[in-house]
C-alpha cells in the first residue's frame, strides 16, 4: 500500500507473512481491540445516559481510546522517527487535540472507528494478496516416487530433476515433468481455465497441480519443487506487482502530497480562525477538516482492486503482470492475431485426399507415409496420422531440397512433392483448389504416374471464427500477422472472419506493422512468446498464448493465456476492462468524500465522529467495490467498446471458474 496510508500493514508483506494472514476477521488485531473498545465506549454512553457524567464514564472513555489507539498511534510514531506520515498521523493528532479540548468521547470514538478501519483493509488486502499465491496449493503434499527399485512417499520439496514419479489416477501431480510411460487423460482446468482434459502420452510435457485421469503414469521429473510452473508463475507477478498503472500513479500523485497538505491547512485554519473568533471552535474545526481530508481511501482505491483482479484471472488460465498490465489490457482497442499456435492449433493435419482414377484414397496415403515415415518435415506427422500404424517403409528415401522427397517401394520408384516439381496432371483442378482453400498441397507419383494428392493445413482452433466475430462486435480492431504466404493467410482469415491481414512477415516485420497499429489505437499482440517476442514487446500490450510451460513467452508477455483456448482471450478483455472501471469508481468516490465533507467540516456543519464515520464507512465502500473486481463474470457483453470510458458490458452471473472467493 502507498505511504499516504495505514499505520503498519503499509509495508510490503514476505510470503511467510501472508501464509501467516489471518484466515478470518476476527483474527485480525484491530478488529478484537476494536470490540473491545466498541463494548467500553457504550458502557460509558450507557452510564452517561442513566446516571450523571463522572470519573466512571471518563474512565470508560480513555479505556476505549487506549484500546483503540494502541492499534495506530505507536506505529504511527515509528513512521513519525523514519520521516514518513500518513493518515495515521492526522488521526492521532485529531485524538490528541480533542483530549486537550476535553472531548475524550469524540477522540475514543475517533479511535474505535479507524481501528475498524485498519482491521477491515488489513483484512481485505492479505485476502486478496493470498489470491494468487492459492495456485500453489494445488500441489499435493505428498509425492511418489521411486528410489532404490521400490516406491517411496516423499515430500514434493525434496524430489529432485531425473527422478521418476509414479502418478496414480486421480492424482495431482507434484511439480512438472515429462510422461515416461502411461497414456492418460489431464485435467488442467484448475491452471489453464479449460474444462476438456487434455490427452497425454510418452515424451509429453506435463505441469504441476493437473490432475490424472484414468490412466497410472510415470514421470520424470524435470523441475524441483520451488521452480516448478505453478512457483515460477507467482514469483512473476509477484515480482511485477510493484509496476504501477496510471490510475495507481493517480492515486498516489494526489494522496502522498495531500497528507502534509492537510496539516498545514488545518494549522492554517486553526491560526486563522482563532484571531477572528472563538479559539476552541477554529481548532476543533481544524481537526476535524484533518480528518475529513485524510485520503486513506484513495490510497487503497487502486492496490486493493488489483490484487484481487489479478488473483481471480490466474483462477480461469490468465496470468496478468500486475496493476499497470491490468489497466494496459484494459484500455485496448485493437488486438493483433498471430495465425500459427493462436488462430491455428499449429498441428497441421490431413483435410483432403484427392485419388486418381483407379486408386484409393488409402494407397494414396500408403505410399505419402511410406516416404514421410523417416522424414521430420512438419507435413510428415499429420500424413503418418492419417495413415495410421499399418503403413510400409520406403528404402533409400532422398530429400530434394525445396521439392519434395523419392525413393522406393516394393521395387518401384514413388515421389511425394510439391505442385511443379510433380505435375499433377488430371488432378491439376484439385490442387489448386486446395491451395485455394489455404492448405498446402503435395503430389504423390509412382513410376512417373500421378497417384494422388493431398491437402494438410494447420487447421483454425473451433473457437476462433466465434471469438473474432465477438471481439468485433465490441468494437475492437482484429488483425492478423503470419509468415505464412498469403493465399493460406487471406484463405484462412476469410474463415475466421478477419479483413486485415499481414502476411510472409519476419519477427522484425510483425513488430513494426504492430508499432503502426498501435500508433492508430492501443494495440495488443497476442502470439506464442518465441518467435513472436519482438512484436510482443513492442506492442503496447504483450499477449501469450498457451503458455503454461513456456517459459520464453512467460517472460515476454506482460499477458500469458495458460491454456489452449482462445476463448479466455476476450474473458481477459471484459476482465481487465471491468477492474479498470472498479478503480475509476473508487478514485472517483475517495476524492468526492474530500471534496463534500472538508467544506462541511470548515462551517461547522459536522463534528468530529460525525467526519470520522463517514470517512471510514467510504473506505469500507472501496475496499467492498474493489473486492468486486475478484469475481470473474460470464464473457458475454451487452455494449460495444465506448472510447470514453473503456466500458465493456457484462452480464452479472458469475463464471463458474471463479467459485474461489478471493
Known sequence: MTDACGCDHDEPLTDGDEDRGPETLWQVTEIRAAAVAGTLLLAGLILGWTADPGAAELALYVLALLVAGYT?????????????????????????????????????????????????????????????????????????????????????????????????????????????????????????????????????????????????LEVTVTAEARDNSLARIVRIVEAEQSRKGEAQRLADTVARPLVPGILVAAALIAAAGSLIGDPQVWIERALVVLVAASPCALAISVPVTVYAAVGAASRFGVLVKGGAALEALG???????????????????????????????????????????????????????????????????????????????????VRLGRPGWIEPGPLASDVERMQHAGATAVVIEREGVVLGAIAVRDELRPEAAAVVAGLRLDGYRVAMLTGDNHRTARALAAEVGIDDVHADLRPEDKARIVARLGGERPTAMVGDGVNDAPALATADLGIAMGAMGNDVAIETADVALLGEDLQHLPQALTHARRSRRIMLQNIGLSLAIIILLVPLALVGALGLAAVVLVHELAEILVIVNGIRAGRMRHLTSDAPLDDTDGAVGTTDTDCAAASTPV
Open 331 to 413: 484500455r485496448i482497442r485493437g488486438i493483433a492475431l498471430d495465425k500459427t499456435g493462436t488462430l491455428t492449433r499449429n498441428r497441421p493435419a490431413v483435410v483432403e485426399v484427392a485419388a486418381a482414377d483407379g486408386i484409393s484414397g488409402v494407397e494414396v496415403l500408403a505410399v505419402a507415409a511410406a516416404l514421410e515415415s523417416r522424414s521430420e518435415h512438419p507435413l510428415a506427422a499429420a500424413i503418418l496420422d492419417a495413415a495410421g500404424d499399418d503403413v510400409p517403409v520406403a528404402r533409400d528415401v532422398t530429400a530434394v531440397t525445396g521439392a519434395g522427397l523419392s525413393g522406393l517401394l516394393d521395387g518401384r520408384t
Open 72 to 216: 495506530f498511534v505507536p506505529s504511527t510514531l515509528t513512521r513519525l522517527a523514519r520521516g514518513r506520515i500518513g493518515v495515521g498521523t492526522l488521526m492521532t493528532i485529531a485524538a490528541v487535540g480533542a483530549v486537550i479540548l476535553g472531548q475524550v468521547e469524540e477522540a475514543a470514538m475517533l479511535a474505535f472507528l479507524f481501528a475498524i478501519s485498519e482491521g477491515l483493509e488489513e483484512y481485505s488486502v492479505t485476502r486478496t494478496r493470498r489470491g494468487l499465491r492459492s495456485l500453489l496449493s494445488l500441489v499435493p503434499s505428498t509425492a511418489t516416487v521411486v528410489r532404490d527399485g521400490r516406491e517411496q512417499i516423499v515430500d514434493p520439496g525434496d524430489l529432485h530433476l531425473g527422478e521418476v514419479m509414479i502418478v496414480r489416477p486421480g492424482e495431482r501431480l507434484a511439480t512438472d515433468g515429462a510422461i515416461r510411460a502411461g497414456r492418460t487423460a489431464l485435467d488442467n482446468s484448475a491452471i489453464t481455465g479449460e474444462s476438456v482434459p487434455v490427452e497425454a502420452g510418452p515424451g509429453d510435457e506435463v505441469f504441476a497441480g493437473s490432475i490424472n485421469g484414468s490412466g497410472a
